[in-house]
């Protein structure tokens, strides 16, 4: 059986907070901070990031009635999906050619309080760039 290849890029608002968070890191690390809320965010996300190039359909879909239309209208996306990251945050992506050879995910969104409501039942199923 022949492994899919599954490219990750970080797109718009999701690809500038990475890098803040990562310069955020990497002042905390400089000064000695151990355990900060953003060295475990970014540890989060890049754990989840190398889960999706392992199996990109790892989070939860969201129904497509229910994808915000601003990611619609921003990212032309036909599919949704998001993974539950440290402290209540979430990370939103989107899979680009799936049936091809190589499955790119965007992940479009790193968010807290942009919330996307799901019914109950979806939630039982629960990278470097």
């Known amino acids: 059986m022949v492994q899919k290849r599954v490219s990750i890029k970080l797109i718009g608002e999701a690809k500038e907070e990475y890098i803040k968070l990562q310069e955020a890191v990497r002042g905390e690390t400089e ?7 953003h060295q ?4 989060s996300i890049d754990s989840k990031i190398a889960l999706l190039k392992a199996n990109y359909d790892y989070g939860t879909q969201i129904p497509r009635k229910l994808i915000p239309k601003k990611y619609l209208r ?17 990370m939103i992506y989107t899979l680009k050619q799936p049936q091809r050879e190589q499955t790119e995910i965007e992940i479009i969104s ?19 760039p």
């Open 74 to 90: 921003q990212f032309g996306v036909t599919n949704l999906w998001k993974v539950d990251l440290s402290g209540f945050w979430r």
């Open 40 to 43: 475990t965010l970014l540890k």
């Open 31 to 37: 000064k000695g901070a151990k355990g900060s809320f």
């Open 110 to 128: 790193k968010d807290k309080n942009n919330c996307i409501k799901l019914p109950f039942d979806i939630y039982q199923k629960t990278v470097k």
